[in-house]
């Protein structure tokens, strides 16, 4: 039986529970409102980083060097 991420009770399966992962409807409503009261939030990378959180930078150009001018 899976736990209820709220509360950590068993949560009966979907078949038998309709409120599922969670226990009850009441867990379901405060799972809810912490997604609305912004205490959730997803991770969003912003463009510039790889999946390795570091900076991404073009080909052959170190980085830190960015916008500067080369000389030939």
Known sequence: MAKCPVCGKP?????????FPFCSERCKRV???KWLGEE???AVKS???DEDGGRLVPDGEPDGERGGSHDA
């Open 11 to 19: 949560a009966a399966a979907r078949a038998a529970n309709p409120a």
């Open 31 to 33: 799972d809810l409102g």
């Open 40 to 42: 959730y939030r997803v």
């Open 47 to 49: 463009p510039e980083e």
